[in-house]
DNA sequence: ATATTATATGCTAATAAGTGCATATAAGCA
DNA sequence: TGCTTATATGCACTTATTAGCATATAATAT
Protein backbone atom coordinates (compact mmCIF):
# COMPACT_ATOMS: atom_id res chain seq x y z
CA UNK A 1 0.00 0.00 0.00
CA UNK A 2 1.73 3.67 -0.81
CA UNK A 3 -0.59 6.49 -1.10
CA UNK A 4 0.22 9.29 -3.40
CA UNK A 5 0.32 11.32 -0.01
CA UNK A 6 3.19 9.88 1.17
CA UNK A 7 4.88 9.95 -2.95
CA UNK A 8 4.49 13.26 -2.36
CA UNK A 9 6.13 14.12 0.77
CA UNK A 10 9.05 11.95 -0.21
CA UNK A 11 9.36 13.98 -3.21
CA UNK A 12 9.90 17.16 -1.41
CA UNK A 13 11.29 15.94 1.59
CA UNK A 14 14.65 17.49 0.51
CA UNK A 15 15.71 21.32 1.14
CA UNK A 16 17.54 21.07 -2.68
CA UNK A 17 14.02 19.98 -4.00
CA UNK A 18 12.10 22.30 -1.67
CA UNK A 19 13.87 25.47 -2.81
CA UNK A 20 13.15 24.49 -6.18
CA UNK A 21 9.87 24.16 -5.42
CA UNK A 22 9.57 27.46 -3.47
CA UNK A 23 10.99 28.81 -7.04
CA UNK A 24 8.10 27.66 -8.68
CA UNK A 25 5.13 28.73 -6.19
CA UNK A 26 6.67 32.42 -6.21
CA UNK A 27 7.61 32.61 -8.92
CA UNK A 28 4.80 31.39 -11.18
CA UNK A 29 6.04 31.34 -13.83
CA UNK A 30 7.87 27.95 -15.70
CA UNK A 31 11.59 27.76 -14.79
CA UNK A 32 14.01 26.46 -17.38
CA UNK A 33 16.71 24.66 -15.59
CA UNK A 34 19.72 27.22 -16.18
CA UNK A 35 17.62 29.85 -14.24
CA UNK A 36 17.54 26.94 -11.23
CA UNK A 37 20.90 26.48 -11.09
CA UNK A 38 21.92 30.19 -11.02
CA UNK A 39 19.18 30.73 -8.41
CA UNK A 40 20.38 27.99 -6.22
CA UNK A 41 24.43 27.84 -7.18
CA UNK A 42 24.02 24.07 -7.41
CA UNK A 43 25.35 22.17 -10.25
CA UNK A 44 23.18 21.52 -13.09
CA UNK A 45 23.28 17.55 -12.89
CA UNK A 46 21.60 18.09 -9.25
CA UNK A 47 18.60 20.76 -10.65
CA UNK A 48 18.48 18.46 -13.44
CA UNK A 49 18.12 15.28 -11.26
CA UNK A 50 16.27 16.73 -8.49
CA UNK A 51 13.48 17.61 -11.42
CA UNK A 52 13.10 14.41 -12.60
CA UNK A 53 12.57 13.35 -9.18
CA UNK A 54 9.75 15.85 -8.96
CA UNK A 55 8.17 14.62 -12.29
CA UNK A 56 7.97 11.21 -11.35
CA UNK A 57 6.13 12.45 -8.28
CA UNK A 58 3.58 14.09 -10.63
CA UNK A 59 4.76 17.16 -9.03
CA UNK A 60 5.94 18.61 -12.31
CA UNK A 61 6.19 18.69 -15.91
CA UNK A 62 8.32 20.18 -19.10
CA UNK A 63 7.76 21.98 -22.04
CA UNK A 64 10.51 21.96 -24.42
CA UNK A 65 11.25 24.59 -26.54
CA UNK A 66 14.23 23.84 -28.76
CA UNK A 67 16.97 23.00 -26.20
CA UNK A 68 15.79 24.98 -23.36
CA UNK A 69 13.04 22.95 -20.95
CA UNK A 70 10.38 25.05 -18.98
CA UNK A 71 9.66 22.99 -16.47
CA UNK A 72 6.06 23.96 -14.05
CA UNK A 73 4.28 22.64 -11.05
CA UNK A 74 1.10 20.68 -12.10
CA UNK A 75 -1.69 21.97 -10.19
CA UNK A 76 -4.92 20.46 -12.31
CA UNK A 77 -5.39 17.98 -9.16
CA UNK A 78 -6.95 18.89 -5.95
CA UNK A 79 -4.25 17.16 -3.92
CA UNK A 80 -1.72 19.26 -6.27
CA UNK A 81 -3.41 22.21 -5.56
CA UNK A 82 -3.91 22.06 -1.73
CA UNK A 83 0.12 20.94 -1.59
CA UNK A 84 0.56 24.56 -3.33
CA UNK A 85 -1.50 26.61 -1.67
CA UNK A 86 -0.44 25.40 2.02
CA UNK A 87 3.74 25.48 0.25
CA UNK A 88 3.09 29.15 -0.42
CA UNK A 89 2.91 29.82 3.02
CA UNK A 90 4.77 27.12 4.64
CA UNK A 91 7.63 27.93 2.71
CA UNK A 92 9.74 30.85 3.98
CA UNK A 93 12.64 32.16 5.71
CA UNK A 94 16.65 32.67 5.16
CA UNK A 95 17.64 30.42 1.98
CA UNK A 96 14.45 30.49 0.38
CA UNK A 97 13.80 34.69 0.73
CA UNK A 98 17.82 34.39 -0.76
CA UNK A 99 16.90 31.92 -3.38
CA UNK A 100 13.88 34.12 -4.86
CA UNK A 101 16.06 37.29 -4.74
CA UNK A 102 18.49 35.50 -6.94
CA UNK A 103 15.92 34.17 -9.26
CA UNK A 104 13.77 37.66 -9.78
CA UNK A 105 17.43 39.15 -10.60
CA UNK A 106 18.01 36.53 -13.11
CA UNK A 107 14.97 36.57 -14.75
CA UNK A 108 15.30 40.01 -15.34
CA UNK A 109 17.63 38.74 -18.01
CA UNK A 110 14.85 37.02 -20.08
CA UNK A 111 13.62 38.87 -23.31
CA UNK A 112 9.62 38.61 -24.25
CA UNK A 113 9.31 36.33 -21.80
CA UNK A 114 12.06 33.75 -22.63
CA UNK A 115 15.10 32.48 -20.95
CA UNK A 116 18.01 33.60 -24.13
CA UNK A 117 21.15 33.04 -22.01
CA UNK A 118 22.38 29.84 -20.12
CA UNK A 119 24.22 29.76 -17.17
CA UNK A 120 25.80 32.60 -15.73
CA UNK A 121 27.43 33.38 -12.18
CA UNK A 122 27.03 36.20 -9.67
CA UNK A 123 29.73 38.85 -11.67
CA UNK A 124 28.29 38.24 -15.23
CA UNK A 125 24.82 38.91 -13.89
CA UNK A 126 25.79 42.17 -12.91
CA UNK A 127 27.14 42.68 -15.62
CA UNK A 128 24.66 41.78 -17.98
CA UNK A 129 21.95 43.79 -15.90
CA UNK A 130 24.23 47.12 -16.46
CA UNK A 131 24.39 46.81 -20.23
CA UNK A 132 21.01 46.27 -20.55
CA UNK A 133 20.24 49.39 -18.25
CA UNK A 134 22.16 50.88 -20.57
CA UNK A 135 20.75 50.11 -24.08
CA UNK A 136 17.41 50.91 -22.38
CA UNK A 137 18.80 54.56 -21.29
CA UNK A 138 19.85 54.75 -24.87
CA UNK A 139 16.67 53.99 -26.57
CA UNK A 140 14.48 56.59 -24.65
CA UNK B 1 22.40 23.84 5.62
CA UNK B 2 19.03 22.13 6.93
CA UNK B 3 15.50 23.45 7.18
CA UNK B 4 12.92 22.81 9.40
CA UNK B 5 10.54 22.78 6.88
CA UNK B 6 12.45 19.29 5.06
CA UNK B 7 13.02 17.68 8.12
CA UNK B 8 9.35 17.89 8.38
CA UNK B 9 8.75 16.54 5.73
CA UNK B 10 11.42 13.83 6.10
CA UNK B 11 9.36 12.96 8.92
CA UNK B 12 5.86 12.35 7.57
CA UNK B 13 7.58 11.11 4.48
CA UNK B 14 5.84 7.56 5.03
CA UNK B 15 2.83 5.60 4.74
CA UNK B 16 2.86 4.56 8.58
CA UNK B 17 3.64 8.08 10.04
CA UNK B 18 1.18 9.73 8.17
CA UNK B 19 -1.42 7.57 8.92
CA UNK B 20 -0.10 7.53 12.40
CA UNK B 21 -0.47 11.73 11.93
CA UNK B 22 -4.00 11.19 10.42
CA UNK B 23 -4.80 9.23 13.82
CA UNK B 24 -3.92 12.79 15.82
CA UNK B 25 -5.34 14.82 13.68
CA UNK B 26 -8.55 13.43 13.08
CA UNK B 27 -9.39 12.29 16.39
CA UNK B 28 -8.01 15.64 18.51
CA UNK B 29 -6.79 13.62 20.80
CA UNK B 30 -4.06 12.08 23.07
CA UNK B 31 -3.45 8.49 21.49
CA UNK B 32 -1.29 5.96 23.58
CA UNK B 33 0.82 3.30 21.49
CA UNK B 34 -1.41 0.65 22.11
CA UNK B 35 -4.64 2.14 20.46
CA UNK B 36 -2.41 3.09 17.56
CA UNK B 37 -0.83 -0.28 17.94
CA UNK B 38 -4.82 -1.68 17.68
CA UNK B 39 -6.00 1.09 15.04
CA UNK B 40 -3.31 0.60 12.48
CA UNK B 41 -2.75 -3.02 12.88
CA UNK B 42 1.42 -3.21 12.86
CA UNK B 43 3.27 -4.32 15.38
CA UNK B 44 4.07 -2.38 18.60
CA UNK B 45 7.86 -1.53 17.68
CA UNK B 46 7.15 -0.62 14.77
CA UNK B 47 4.82 2.05 16.12
CA UNK B 48 7.22 2.90 18.68
CA UNK B 49 9.73 3.37 16.83
CA UNK B 50 7.88 5.88 13.82
CA UNK B 51 6.91 7.99 17.09
CA UNK B 52 10.16 8.67 18.47
CA UNK B 53 10.95 9.52 14.86
CA UNK B 54 7.93 11.73 14.61
CA UNK B 55 9.23 13.39 18.05
CA UNK B 56 12.85 13.87 16.94
CA UNK B 57 11.08 16.19 14.33
CA UNK B 58 9.41 18.23 16.48
CA UNK B 59 5.62 17.07 15.64
CA UNK B 60 4.72 15.22 18.91
CA UNK B 61 5.20 14.72 22.00
CA UNK B 62 4.22 12.52 24.93
CA UNK B 63 2.88 12.84 28.25
CA UNK B 64 3.51 9.83 30.48
CA UNK B 65 0.60 8.24 33.05
CA UNK B 66 2.01 5.17 34.20
CA UNK B 67 3.20 2.79 31.91
CA UNK B 68 0.68 4.44 29.24
CA UNK B 69 2.02 6.88 27.25
CA UNK B 70 0.15 9.48 25.63
CA UNK B 71 1.19 11.32 22.41
CA UNK B 72 -0.16 14.14 20.83
CA UNK B 73 0.55 16.86 18.18
CA UNK B 74 2.48 19.94 19.07
CA UNK B 75 0.39 22.44 17.91
CA UNK B 76 2.14 25.99 19.42
CA UNK B 77 3.82 26.90 17.01
CA UNK B 78 3.14 28.64 13.54
CA UNK B 79 4.33 25.81 10.91
CA UNK B 80 3.31 23.44 13.02
CA UNK B 81 -0.47 24.99 12.60
CA UNK B 82 -0.14 25.54 9.54
CA UNK B 83 0.99 21.52 8.71
CA UNK B 84 -1.79 20.40 10.96
CA UNK B 85 -4.39 22.28 9.26
CA UNK B 86 -3.21 21.10 5.88
CA UNK B 87 -2.99 17.79 6.84
CA UNK B 88 -6.27 17.64 8.03
CA UNK B 89 -7.87 18.45 4.28
CA UNK B 90 -4.85 16.57 2.57
CA UNK B 91 -5.41 13.19 4.08
CA UNK B 92 -8.36 11.33 3.49
CA UNK B 93 -8.82 8.45 1.11
CA UNK B 94 -8.97 4.38 1.80
CA UNK B 95 -6.45 3.46 4.27
CA UNK B 96 -7.00 6.71 5.84
CA UNK B 97 -10.61 6.54 6.61
CA UNK B 98 -10.34 2.98 7.20
CA UNK B 99 -7.69 4.20 10.34
CA UNK B 100 -10.22 6.55 11.36
CA UNK B 101 -12.97 3.70 12.02
CA UNK B 102 -10.81 1.03 13.94
CA UNK B 103 -9.76 3.75 16.07
CA UNK B 104 -12.99 5.21 16.55
CA UNK B 105 -14.23 1.74 17.86
CA UNK B 106 -10.54 1.65 19.78
CA UNK B 107 -11.76 4.59 21.57
CA UNK B 108 -14.93 3.28 22.92
CA UNK B 109 -12.69 1.15 25.31
CA UNK B 110 -11.75 4.18 27.08
CA UNK B 111 -12.86 4.62 30.55
CA UNK B 112 -12.85 8.24 31.92
CA UNK B 113 -11.08 9.08 28.61
CA UNK B 114 -8.45 6.88 29.83
CA UNK B 115 -6.54 4.15 27.94
CA UNK B 116 -7.29 1.05 30.21
CA UNK B 117 -6.52 -2.09 28.34
CA UNK B 118 -3.15 -3.00 25.78
CA UNK B 119 -3.12 -4.62 22.75
CA UNK B 120 -6.60 -6.08 21.83
CA UNK B 121 -7.48 -7.47 18.35
CA UNK B 122 -10.38 -7.25 16.23
CA UNK B 123 -12.25 -10.22 17.76
CA UNK B 124 -11.59 -9.49 21.05
CA UNK B 125 -12.34 -5.72 20.95
CA UNK B 126 -15.93 -6.70 19.48
CA UNK B 127 -16.39 -8.87 22.60
CA UNK B 128 -15.80 -6.21 24.84
CA UNK B 129 -17.72 -3.90 23.19
CA UNK B 130 -20.62 -6.06 23.59
CA UNK B 131 -19.95 -6.96 26.94
CA UNK B 132 -19.58 -3.13 27.82
CA UNK B 133 -23.30 -2.72 26.04
CA UNK B 134 -24.64 -5.36 28.44
CA UNK B 135 -23.72 -3.49 31.41
CA UNK B 136 -24.89 -0.77 30.09
CA UNK B 137 -28.27 -2.36 29.58
CA UNK B 138 -28.20 -3.72 33.04
CA UNK B 139 -27.85 -0.46 34.60
CA UNK B 140 -30.57 1.35 33.43
C1' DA C 1 29.42 18.28 -40.96
C1' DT C 2 31.27 20.29 -36.67
C1' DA C 3 31.02 22.86 -32.65
C1' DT C 4 28.43 24.73 -29.10
C1' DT C 5 24.97 24.87 -25.74
C1' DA C 6 21.03 23.20 -22.72
C1' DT C 7 19.69 19.37 -20.48
C1' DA C 8 19.49 14.41 -19.08
C1' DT C 9 21.39 10.14 -17.33
C1' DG C 10 24.45 6.08 -16.05
C1' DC C 11 27.66 4.63 -12.61
C1' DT C 12 29.81 4.55 -8.05
C1' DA C 13 30.56 5.35 -3.28
C1' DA C 14 28.67 7.03 0.96
C1' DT C 15 25.08 7.55 3.91
C1' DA C 16 20.44 7.09 5.58
C1' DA C 17 16.12 4.73 6.44
C1' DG C 18 12.96 0.79 7.29
C1' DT C 19 11.89 -3.95 8.99
C1' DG C 20 12.17 -7.72 12.14
C1' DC C 21 13.49 -9.77 16.23
C1' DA C 22 15.09 -9.81 20.74
C1' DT C 23 15.64 -7.52 24.74
C1' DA C 24 15.64 -3.49 27.97
C1' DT C 25 13.14 -0.31 30.93
C1' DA C 26 9.90 0.97 34.11
C1' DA C 27 5.48 1.18 36.36
C1' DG C 28 1.76 -1.42 38.64
C1' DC C 29 0.29 -5.41 40.96
C1' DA C 30 0.41 -10.06 43.44
C1' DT D 1 10.26 -9.43 45.83
C1' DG D 2 8.86 -11.21 41.69
C1' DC D 3 5.42 -11.00 37.72
C1' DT D 4 2.99 -8.81 34.29
C1' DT D 5 2.21 -5.18 31.11
C1' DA D 6 3.12 -0.89 28.25
C1' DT D 7 6.61 1.03 25.84
C1' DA D 8 11.39 1.85 24.12
C1' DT D 9 15.62 0.55 21.94
C1' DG D 10 19.90 -2.02 20.18
C1' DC D 11 21.47 -4.84 16.46
C1' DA D 12 21.61 -7.03 11.85
C1' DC D 13 19.97 -6.92 7.36
C1' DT D 14 18.18 -4.97 3.38
C1' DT D 15 16.85 -1.34 0.50
C1' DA D 16 16.71 3.79 -0.70
C1' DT D 17 18.70 8.09 -1.39
C1' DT D 18 22.21 11.44 -2.51
C1' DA D 19 26.29 13.62 -4.38
C1' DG D 20 29.87 13.71 -7.71
C1' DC D 21 31.77 12.95 -11.99
C1' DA D 22 31.67 11.73 -16.64
C1' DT D 23 29.21 11.26 -20.54
C1' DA D 24 25.05 11.10 -23.54
C1' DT D 25 21.41 13.46 -26.16
C1' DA D 26 19.49 16.81 -28.89
C1' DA D 27 18.76 21.32 -30.83
C1' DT D 28 21.04 25.36 -32.72
C1' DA D 29 24.65 27.91 -34.98
C1' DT D 30 28.81 28.23 -37.86
Redesign the pocket.
Given at each position: MKTQQSTTF?AI??D?RLRMINLFVTSRKPL???EIVDALRL????I??????LKNAGLID?EKD????YHYLIEDNSLNKMLITFLKKYLAGDVFDDDIKKLEMRLLLREDGK?V???VDEKELFKKLKDREKELAIKE
Open positions: KADTCVCPQYQSKHLSIVGTWGCVGF
